[in-house]
């Protein structure tokens, strides 16, 4: 039985909030750059068509995915954001360090998302192989930086 590929990260921009004056944080992970560059020029670029302007846009870099969860909590405390995307990629090795970095930055992402007023979204591409994170940052499954930042624009408008 064959598997249909599905590009999700087509949307409707008639059914997206506008993100005009809304104001975002982006944290990237500089580790596995050529992935992680791919899904912020997907995000940036679909928060511009949603209406956001590139100065409502605030964008910081991190060593790696583990550093994620302290980059989104002083982007949260210092720069007035109405949302965050974490933006990493993690590609499993030989040894167990996939495992470690992928559930504590999960952890604590969502601890995030507990503790503070602010949607952290987890754009954080988990793959066993580097074709797979090429297929997710722009390839054959779209790009997923794209759908963090629809869910960023969703998450911030929620109940405004």
């Not at 992680?36 to 605030?58: R, S």
């Not at 910081?60 to 949302?83: C, H, M, R």
């Not at 974490?86 to 930055?105: K, L, M, N, Q, W």
């Not at 090429?134 to 405004?160: C, F, P, V, W, Y």
Request: net charge neutral; glycine share 8%.
């Amino acid at each position: 039985m064959a598997t249909e590929i599905k590009n999700l990260s087509v949307y409707n921009k008639d059914e997206i909030p506008n993100a005009k004056n809304l104001r975002f944080g982006i944290v990237v992970s500089a580790w596995n750059d050529n992935i992680t560059e791919q899904l912020f020029k997907g995000a940036f670029a679909a928060l511009i068509d949603c209406g956001a302007t590139e100065k409502n846009i605030v964008r910081w870099n991190v060593p790696g995915s583990f550093e994620l969860v302290f980059g989104s909590k002083k982007i949260i405390q210092t720069q007035n954001v109405d949302a965050v995307i974490a933006i990493g990629s993690v590609i499993r090795g030989e040894t167990s360090h996939f495992d470690y970095v992928c559930g504590a930055t999960a952890q604590g992402i969502k601890d995030l998302n507990v503790k503070f007023d602010v949607p952290v979204i987890f754009c954080v591409l988990t793959d066993d192989t580097l074709q797979q994170s090429i297929d997710r940052s722009g390839g054959k499954h779209g790009n997923k930086g794209i759908e963090a930042a629809i869910a960023a624009i969703q998450m911030a408008t929620l109940g405004k």
